[in-house]
């Protein structure tokens, strides 16, 4: 008798002698319960749908896309995040057939619906990601019995109700991700028993109560994100007890009391971020202790006392925002030991004695912003010598004495309403000023208080009617200089409205009625040769070109004491003023940003392959973009550094345009062609989808150790978050100008379309496959070429 049959019939014998129902497996019955199990695999994938359009639909199903198996056969994958559409689909699942599933991935699937209670089936699930989707109802309790759970993220979805008690059973869980959701209720206390979690993100939902002490208790946390949500109450003191936590964000919430004394023992801490609160007390001597600190933001909240001693000790500090709170005081010559410094911001305080001059030993520092305090003494000199190119604020203080003369050609620099005198102060340092740390401001009227400026007289800056060849510009047939004179009251400040590259900007009306804007050159910028060189070019370019997206250039004065040019005067401003005007902003919606991106490209078009010889405008950014006044139109102005393109040159030049906009390829080539425009415009357009400067994205994609979650970021995540979500027809228009833009920024000059090539697509009535806006990636947009319309045109 066989071995295996022997064993049946003991197992029969025993089942009866002990009365219990029996169901004999044979020898041969073992892999016929396997290959049953696993036709109920292949059965559940076919009825699913989900891989319906894919080509490898009717092979093996361990070799469709995302698939993986064990060695007998069996689905331990399930990977197709950001690969297949599935809506409601995902609801058909038979989880139930999948018990040896192990990871399960549908990130950015664009899944409709609830989660189905039978997910909690999967009893060896480690990895479940149901991210960037359109999950909506409240998360099902059957999800506590996935017990073998590593990482679980369902952030940016609909999620809503409360974090589930029961949460505090994934006892083997590393990273839980529910940020971007619509969580409401408290923190539960049981998270405190997931003591192996390294990551807890529940930033941006609406989680309320207090920060529940139980957090303390995951000693092995890195990072804490709890930013942008309701949370009261104090700081628990049990964070302290964190003390591998690398970042820790309670940002924008409505936490109140002390910092407490044990953050100090957060000696691994590198982002610090408690700003948007309501703080109060003395910032603690003992945050000395976080020497590796890089991320200091205790800003916008209602801390007092001054600043103490030990913040020098932070010797790895590069960004400090101490502004908007109640601060007093001096600053703390200890600060000049933090050399890594980049950002330091201490406005809207009661600060008051002299800006030390430790502050020199700072030279990495680019934004310096010590407005609205009571600072006393004269302007720093020092700051000549700082390495980096810098962005100062010191406005609305108690400075006195002159302005140095060193300072004069730092165009990024307010000094307004202070009590300072000068006779080198230019109009230019006046109107500048500086705001976040990747832009500044312009003033739209520029006041200084108590300030001495050298005084011109008419004869001076008058000009003849019928003078030197370029002394007198012309206006309908009867306009001359001496009618400058009188509508800007001798270039009053009064009538400043901002700066351009080498010159101030004025408002003026004419006898006529008409409107103008003024540039004009300040004298010492005037006995310049290469400003002046700027200045007819800027004249040259505007009177041999007319397009409806170029700024019309009126006349011009070239006079050997004063220089002037008068524009078409355009009520909003730049493009740049516009975005950084948070009201000005959200009137500049989806629509007319598309339309403006649109505007500009038919100018660059007109200028790269209408004019004869090619023109090159090599500033184009948003500074230089002019808008009128219903936001309607965009303008191309600044010409001062255009270049006529010489087929038969090398067109070498000194690098010129805007840092930020400036192609990768003219820091090591020092050769420009029209293709540095093509990246400038791509700049401006992420610039007006994102509402700011996307210099640190374009950093951040172009590195090749950037972090998965950077790599993976959802174009709407991008958006300028001031205006509603754009609806699905102008979503689709948004969706076209992020594909084009990319392609503009290609990194190889080759590789990136022509304008003529952009304008053209604007133009035509055909448009991509639209996709939802959270279902792109920037990487694809970055490297597919699928998202393009047809073929590119790259030719010059």
């Given at each position: 008798m066989?071995?295996?049959?022997?064993?049946?019939?003991?197992?029969?014998?025993?089942c009866?002698?002990?009365?219990?129902?029996?169901?004999?497996?044979a020898?041969g019955?073992?892999?016929?319960?396997?290959?049953?199990?696993?036709?109920?695999e292949?059965q559940?994938?076919?009825?699913?749908?989900?891989?319906?359009?894919?080509?490898?639909?009717?092979?093996?199903?361990?070799?469709?896309?995302?698939?993986?198996c064990?060695?007998?056969?069996?689905?331990?994958?399930?990977?197709?995040?950001?690969?297949i559409?599935?809506?409601?689909?995902?609801?058909?699942?038979?989880?139930?057939s999948?018990?040896?599933?192990?990871r399960?991935?549908l990130?950015?699937?664009?899944i409709?619906?609830?989660?189905?209670?039978?997910?909690?089936?999967?009893?060896k699930?480690?990895?479940?990601?149901?991210?960037?989707?359109?999950?909506?109802?409240?998360?099902?309790?059957?999800?506590?019995?996935?017990?073998?759970?590593?990482?679980?993220?369902?952030s940016f979805?609909?999620?809503?109700?409360?974090?589930?008690r029961?949460?505090?059973?994934f006892?083997?869980?590393?990273?839980?991700?529910?940020?971007h959701?619509?969580?409401?209720?408290?923190?539960?206390?049981?998270?405190?028993?997931?003591t192996?979690?390294?990551?807890?993100?529940?930033?941006?939902?609406e989680?309320?109560?207090?920060?529940?002490?139980?957090i303390?208790?995951?000693?092995?946390?890195?990072?804490?994100?709890?930013?942008?949500?309701?949370?009261?109450?104090?700081?628990?003191?049990?964070?302290?007890?964190l003390?591998?936590?690398?970042?820790?964000?309670?940002?924008?919430?409505q936490?109140?009391?002390?910092?407490?004394?044990?953050?100090?023992?957060m000696?691994?801490?590198?982002?610090l971020f408690?700003?948007?609160?309501?703080?109060?007390?003395?910032?603690?001597?003992?945050?000395?202790?976080?020497?590796?600190?890089?991320?200091?933001?205790?800003?916008?909240?209602?801390?007092?006392?001054?600043i103490?001693?030990?913040i020098?000790?932070?010797k790895?500090?590069?960004?400090?925002?101490?502004?908007?709170n109640?601060?007093?005081?001096?600053?703390?010559?200890?600060?000049?030991?933090?050399?890594?410094?980049?950002?330091?911001?201490?406005?809207?305080?009661m600060?008051?004695?002299?800006?030390?001059?430790e502050?020199a030993?700072?030279?990495?520092?680019?934004?310096?912003s010590?407005s609205?305090?009571?600072?006393n003494?004269?302007?720093?000199?020092w700051?000549?010598?700082?390495?980096a190119p810098?962005?100062?604020?010191?406005?609305?203080?108690?400075?006195?004495?002159?302005?140095?003369?060193?300072l004069?050609?730092?165009r990024?620099?307010?000094?307004s309403?202070?009590?300072?005198?000068?006779?080198?102060?230019?109009?230019?340092?006046?109107?500048v000023?500086?705001?976040?740390?990747?832009?500044?401001?312009?003033?739209?009227?520029?006041?200084?208080?108590?300030?001495?400026?050298?005084?011109k007289?008419?004869?001076?800056?008058?000009?003849?009617k019928?003078?030197?060849?370029?002394?007198?510009?012309?206006?309908?047939?009867?306009?001359?200089f001496?009618d400058?004179?009188?509508?800007?009251?001798d270039?009053?400040?009064?009538?400043?409205?901002?700066t351009?590259g080498y010159?101030?900007?004025y408002?003026?009306?004419?006898?006529?009625?008409?409107?103008?804007?003024?540039?004009?050159?300040?004298?010492?910028?005037a006995?310049?040769?290469?400003?002046?060189?700027?200045f007819?070019?800027?004249?040259?370019?505007?009177?041999?070109?007319?397009?409806?997206?170029?700024?019309?250039?009126?006349?011009?004065?070239?006079?050997?004491?004063?220089?002037?040019?008068?524009?078409?005067?355009?009520?909003?401003?730049?493009?740049?003023?516009?975005?950084?005007?948070?009201?000005?902003?959200v009137?500049?919606?989806?629509?007319k940003?598309v339309n403006?991106?649109?505007?500009?490209?038919?100018?660059?078009?007109?200028m790269?392959h209408?004019?004869?010889?090619?023109?090159v405008?090599?500033?184009?950014?948003s500074n230089?973009?002019?808008?009128?006044?219903?936001?309607?139109?965009?303008?191309?102005s600044?010409?001062?550094?255009?270049?006529?393109?010489d087929p038969?040159?090398?067109?070498?030049?000194l690098?010129?345009?805007?840092?930020?906009y400036?192609?990768?390829?003219?820091?090591?080539?020092?050769m420009?062609?029209e293709?540095?425009?093509?990246?400038?415009?791509?700049?401006v357009?992420?610039?007006i989808l994102?509402?700011?400067?996307?210099?640190?994205?374009?950093?951040?994609?172009s590195?090749s150790?950037?972090?998965?979650?950077?790599?993976?970021?959802?174009?709407n995540?991008?958006?300028?978050q001031?205006?509603?979500?754009?609806?699905?027809?102008?979503?689709?228009?948004?969706?076209?100008?992020?594909?084009i833009?990319f392609?503009?920024?290609?990194t190889?000059?080759?590789?990136?379309?022509?304008?003529?090539?952009?304008?053209?697509?604007?133009?035509?009535?055909?448009?991509?496959?639209?996709?939802?806006?959270?279902?792109v990636?920037?990487?694809?947009?970055?490297?597919?070429?699928?998202?393009?319309?047809?073929?590119?045109?790259?030719?010059?």
């Open positions: 066989a071995p295996s049959v022997s064993i049946s019939i003991l197992i029969v014998v025993l009866i002698f002990m009365n219990v129902p029996t169901i004999v497996i020898a019955s073992v892999a016929t319960f396997k290959s049953s199990s696993l036709k109920q292949v559940a994938l076919m009825e699913s749908g989900w891989w319906s359009g894919s080509s490898n639909y009717t092979s093996s199903h361990c070799d469709w896309p995302g698939i993986k064990n060695f007998g056969g069996s689905i331990t994958e399930i990977d197709i995040a950001g690969k559409y599935l809506g409601d689909k995902f609801r058909k699942f038979n989880f139930s999948f018990p040896n599933l192990v399960l991935s990130g950015n699937n664009q409709l619906g609830s989660i189905p209670f039978e997910i909690g089936s999967l009893s699930l480690t990895h479940l990601n149901l991210s960037h989707n359109y999950l909506t109802g409240q998360l099902p309790l059957s999800l506590a019995n996935l017990a073998k759970l590593v990482k679980f993220d369902i979805n609909g999620i809503t109700g409360s974090i589930p029961e949460f505090g059973n006892k083997n869980l590393l990273e839980l991700n529910l940020s959701n619509k969580f409401t209720g408290p923190i539960p206390s049981t998270l405190g028993l997931l192996n979690l390294s990551d807890l993100n529940l930033s941006f939902n989680i309320n109560g207090s920060i529940v002490s139980e303390g208790l995951l000693k092995n946390l890195l990072n804490l994100d709890l930013r942008q949500n309701k949370l009261t109450g104090p700081i628990p003191s049990s964070l302290g007890h003390t591998n936590l690398v970042s820790l964000s309670l940002s924008s919430n936490i109140n009391g002390f910092i407490p004394q044990k953050i100090g023992n000696k691994n801490l590198n982002g408690l700003d948007n609160n309501m703080l109060i007390g003395m910032i603690p001597s003992y945050l000395g202790h976080l020497t590796r600190l890089v991320f200091l933001f205790l800003d916008f909240n209602k801390i007092n006392g001054s103490p001693l030990q020098g000790n932070m790895n500090l590069r960004y400090l925002y101490l502004n908007n109640n601060l007093v005081g001096q600053i703390p010559l200890s600060i000049g030991h933090l050399t890594k410094l980049e950002t330091l911001n201490l406005n809207w305080n600060i008051s004695g002299p800006i030390p001059t502050l030993n700072c030279f990495l520092i680019k934004f310096l010590l609205h305090n009571y600072l003494g004269s302007v720093p000199s700051v000549k010598d700082l390495y810098i962005k100062i604020d010191l406005s609305y203080n108690n400075l006195t004495g002159n302005v140095p003369i060193s004069i050609r730092m990024e620099f307010n000094l309403y202070n009590s300072l005198e000068g006779r080198y102060l230019s109009a230019t340092m006046i109107c000023v500086t705001s976040k740390l990747f832009g500044y401001f312009l003033h739209s009227q520029c006041r200084v208080k108590n300030l001495v400026l050298p005084m007289t008419h004869a001076e800056l008058k000009g003849t019928n003078g030197n060849l370029f002394s007198i510009w012309n206006y309908d047939g009867n306009i001359a001496e400058i004179i009188q509508a800007t009251e270039f009053d400040i009064r009538y400043c409205i901002g351009g010159g101030s900007v408002k003026a009306q004419l006898p006529s009625g008409k409107v103008v804007a003024l540039k004009k050159l300040n004298r010492l910028e006995e310049d040769p290469t400003v002046d060189k700027s007819r070019n800027e004249v040259k370019m505007l009177t041999e070109i007319r397009h409806r997206n170029i700024v019309k250039l009126h006349g011009y004065c070239l006079h050997k004491r004063c220089m002037v040019l008068i524009y078409e005067y355009m009520e909003r401003g730049s493009l740049f003023c516009v975005l950084n005007n948070d009201v000005e902003a009137e500049l919606d989806w629509t940003r403006i991106i649109k505007d500009i490209a038919h100018a660059i078009s007109y790269h209408d004019c004869i010889p090619i023109i405008h090599r500033d184009i950014s230089n973009i002019l808008l009128n006044s219903k936001l309607e139109q965009a303008f191309v600044d010409f001062g550094t255009a270049r006529l393109l038969n040159s090398s067109n070498q030049t690098v010129a345009g805007t840092y930020g400036i192609a990768p390829e003219l820091a090591y080539t020092m420009f062609t293709k540095c425009d093509v990246y400038s415009f791509g700049v357009a992420l610039e994102m509402g700011i400067h996307p210099g640190e994205l374009l950093t951040t994609l590195s150790s950037s972090s998965s979650s950077s790599r993976n970021m959802m174009l995540e991008i958006l300028d001031r205006l509603p979500p754009p609806n699905r027809i102008v979503a689709r228009d948004i969706f076209f100008v992020a594909t833009a392609a503009c920024l290609c190889k000059p080759k590789s990136r379309p022509t304008m003529n090539w952009v304008s053209q697509e604007f133009l035509s009535r055909k448009k991509p496959i639209a996709k939802p806006l959270h279902a990636s920037l990487w694809q947009l970055k490297n597919e070429e699928n998202f393009m319309v047809g073929d590119i045109d790259t030719q010059s």
